[in-house]
């Protein structure tokens, strides 16, 4: 249907919704500092990452969602392989987990918002070529 890598693997590669070539994030995830810092253009085909300002505060919902998510696994995960250990364990383990997957959590909630929600989600090939665009 489509050519070029999928939308699941662009995802999670951080790569732009519109190309699935450029990279979303001018830094690694792992740049204590930059980590969240999104191009303002993509650096292949040029849309616009931020549609409008304050767009990436939607991006909360997704790590709220995210960080529910993990809590309840790493919840499960005790109860049922570590033998349902003392409250304290529950609560530094999610707080551990959750400090520890801020970075990838944030990445990944403005990666969803941007493929689900922004305007220009639609995958185009063509957009990966040199062809500019004006707007
Ligand atoms: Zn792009």
Redesign the pocket.
């Known amino acids: 249907m489509s050519s070029g890598p999928g939308k699941v693997v662009s995802l999670i590669r951080g ?8 990279n979303v994030f001018s830094h690694p995830f792992y740049s204590i500092l930059n980590f969240s810092e999104v191009h303002d253009h ?6 616009k990452l931020e549609p409008e300002p304050g767009f990436f505060w939607g991006a909360m919902y997704f790590s709220y969602a995210l960080n529910v998510g993990v809590s309840i696994i790493a919840g499960f995960s005790l109860f049922f392989f570590f033998n349902d250990p003392d409250l304290w364990v529950y609560i530094m383990v999610i707080i551990l987990l959750t400090l520890i997957l801020m970075p990838l959590m944030t990445r990944f909630s403005r990666l969803l918002l941007m493929y689900l929600v922004a305007p220009y989600r639609k995958f185009d090939p063509i ?2 070529e040199p062809v500019s665009e004006s707007h």
């Open positions: 790569k732009c919704p519109r190309c699935r070539k450029g993509c650096p292949h085909c040029g849309v957009a990966g």
